[in-house]
């Protein structure tokens, strides 16, 4: 018998997409997840940016611009941030333009060192995240656009991420809705049901999550999808709208750490 990673009760197995999976019966989590104990990484052998080009980079772009001013709205204290599992690097370099001092992680070494090499003022380290906030000091902000679902342990992220903020620090988490309008909508078609997705939350397992590690949600926004804003008034409003709605397929929260 398998457990919950969050909650520990007793799961029941389940066919999600094309994935089996362990579905939580505590009604008060009620979190998915894939079977952490047999799960390989499918792409394990192969570095995620083969080939970067310059014009891939593109910070201010709506979506990533929109991804800063949350937090700027929440807080005037613009000290030491750190975004993890970064990518291509976008939302970091938006960060530091905006004058925080950036902490960029990222596994890929071809992002890294394309990174390095054409952004040098933000701080990139080619390494994987529990390694990252094992090693380092403190932040005010720290920030995983899409990185919790990918995970095999969230509950030791999340500790880590608790030693690593300040009193008073903010932690950004954006990840699909299990729970939102849009997967109920398309079932097992939804989009999100993905090999390389370990992790299945909705806004119940994730307040658990962060709530048993002593932080207080000060904002959550659904989200149509991941790329939301992009710029195009007609298609935004709609989309923005329909999320607003409940029909969304994302979920983005920004939690305090309790002082
Ligand atoms: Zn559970």
């Known amino acids: 018998m398998a457990f919950c ?20 019966t505590n009604d008060d989590c009620g979190h998915i997840s894939l079977d952490t104990e047999k799960f390989v990484y499918p792409y394990a052998d192969k570095d995620y940016y083969d080939h970067i080009e310059k014009s891939d980079i593109v910070p201010d772009k709506p979506f990533i611009s929109r991804r800063v001013k949350v937090i700027t709205d929440i807080t005037a204290n613009k000290g030491r941030l750190a975004e993890l599992g970064c990518g291509l690097g976008e939302t970091a370099i938006n960060f530091q333009r905006q004058h925080f001092e950036v902490w960029g992680v990222e596994e890929s070494r071809n992002a890294i060192s394309f990174l390095k090499e054409n952004y040098p003022e933000v701080n990139w380290q080619c390494n994987n995240i529990t390694d990252f906030l094992k090693e380092y000091r403190e932040f005010d902000v720290i920030t995983l656009f899409h ?3 990918h ?7 999340v500790g880590l991420i608790k030693e690593r903020l300040t009193p008073g620090g903010l932690v950004l988490i954006e990840v699909p809705d299990v729970h939102g309008g849009l997967a109920r909508l398309k079932g097992n078609k939804w989009e999100f049901w993905l090999p390389h997705h370990v992790q299945y939350f909705s806004r119940i397992s994730l307040s658990r999550l ?50």
């Open 5 to 24: 990673i969050l909650c520990s009760h007793k799961t029941v197995s389940a066919c999600r997409g094309e994935l089996d999976v362990l579905e939580c």
């Open 147 to 149: 990185v919790l679902e």
């Open 151 to 157: 995970v095999l342990n969230p509950k030791e992220i």
């Open 210 to 259: 962060m709530e048993s590690f002593g932080f207080n949600l000060v904002y959550s926004q659904n989200m149509y999808h991941l790329g939301y804003p992009q710029g195009r008034l007609c298609r935004d409003v709609i989309h923005g709208t329909l999320a607003n709605i409940g029909l969304n397929s994302i979920l983005r929260t920004v939690w305090k750490n309790q002082q």
